[in-house]
């Protein structure tokens, strides 16, 4: 069983990094905004992050252009320490059904969304690899309904295949999903009620 403390292990690192006068560049995968908000009034103290959005999985079109609006407008409205930039990947919905043929009926949470999980999570790890990037890391632990174990399994290993260091996190620890939802509020950010796949959309129904 699993029973690493990942927010512990950042706070060690971060603790590190303030030691030696460090602000690294990270690579930050992300989901969505209200998710965003907590994670990057958190990291950017620390961090000079570019968000990387790419989230092929969302459903429809129409919901993943509401989501990328959402999101370039936190940044533009959000004060951070360091520089915030985004960067948005491509909307190829194509990659995830194909990705995911065959899992349909499977519900929610189970291996379906780890192949979600890493097919985003490889994108960002590639690039910020290809990018000199210090870090990389994704938004999604700060979701009580993903799996922060899982998340950061995928990481790991994704580092290690491209060569950047992943970010332990687990975001939900430290009142952070309580945050984000309080952040959200504040800027009056659009709350989606599902993850943003068609069958999490099933799900909410």
Known sequence: ???????????????????????PRLFLHACCAPCSSYVLEYLSRYFRI??????????????????????????GEMPFENPVELVEGEYDPHRFFSLVRGMEKLPEGGERCF???????????RLAGEGGYDYFATT??????K????????GEELGEKYHVRHLPSDF???????RSVELSGEYGLYRQNYCGCVFSRESAR
């Open 115 to 125: 192949l979600c999980y890493r097919m985003r999570m490889e994108e960002a790890a």
């Open 172 to 178: 939900k620890k430290k009142n952070g999903f309580k």
């Open 140 to 145: 999604l632990s700060i979701s009580p309904l």
């Open 50 to 75: 570019t968000v990387f959005y790419y989230n092929p999985n969302i459903y429809p079109r129409e919901e993943y252009v509401k989501r990328v609006c959402e999101i370039r407008r936190l940044l």
């Open 1 to 23: 069983m699993n029973r690493r403390n990942y927010q512990r292990e950042l706070d060690g690192l971060i603790s590190r990094m303030q030691e030696a006068k460090e602000t």
């Open 147 to 154: 799996n922060a174990c899982k998340i950061n399994e995928i």
